[in-house]
């Protein structure tokens, strides 16, 4: 039987193409406010899943705001903290150049499948404009669903008319790859850059030379 080729390549967005860390956002917001705990302001936040709801689009980042002054006395205004909530990423360079070439691979056709929120949606846009050759997106809080969730992985598929077989998502999760593992799709867990080359040289290479 025939190894079936790749014609269409999903990235995920944290930790694959560029990575992130949320305790800067916590430690400069304690940094300002000298009484606020920065565990405590995690955990409320982790507790009552405000960044869940902020990332299916259930809350927007206003509310989200005034949820945490008000709880937590904050004297820290609203622009200073979406900078601090938005800029908790840096760029994978290895990544970068790996979108960079497969770019202009034309075989290849491009998504982006991401766990996210506006305000880092828009941050990375202005910020890793490289992201930006990936112009075939679903944002899960654009569509109120959210990975590991099977019901995005067939969304995905079904708005962009994609043969499962045919599609690799790659992933930093495991809960994510095997979901979509379950329903067909080629996937690779993201780790470290140099056994992600290998696994996706592989895949690609037992591809080809199946298909000869």
């Known amino acids: 039987m025939k190894s079936v080729g790749i014609e269409n390549i999903i990235f995920d967005l944290g930790n694959t193409l560029v990575y992130f860390d949320f305790c800067y956002f916590y430690d400069r917001i304690a940094h300002l406010e000298k009484k606020l705990n920065p565990s405590k302001f995690r955990k409320f936040i982790n507790d009552k899943k405000l960044g869940i709801k902020l990332t299916k689009g259930t809350l927007d980042h206003k509310t989200f705001f005034r949820i945490l002054k008000k709880k937590f006395d904050l004297k820290i205004g609203y622009d200073d903290f979406k900078y601090f909530y938005s800029d908790v990423f840096w760029i994978n360079n290895q990544m970068k ?16 499948l991401s766990n996210t929120d506006a305000l880092h949606m828009n941050f990375i846009d202005k910020n890793f404009p490289f992201v930006g050759v990936l112009k075939n997106r679903v944002l899960s809080y654009k569509v109120g669903m959210i990975k590991p969730q099977k019901v995005i992985f067939r969304y995905t598929l079904k708005k962009y008319n994609l043969n499962p077989e045919k599609t690799l998502i790659i992933d930093d999760i495991k809960e994510n790859i095997l979901s979509a593992s379950s329903l067909g799709i ?20 037992n591809a080809e030379a199946n298909n000869k």
């Open 97 to 112: 150049n790996f979108l960079d070439k497969i770019s202009r691979i034309k075989k290849y056709k491009l998504f982006l």
């Open 186 to 205: 080629k996937t690779i867990l993201y780790k470290n850059h140099r056994s992600f080359i290998k696994k996706f040289s592989a895949l690609a290479k």
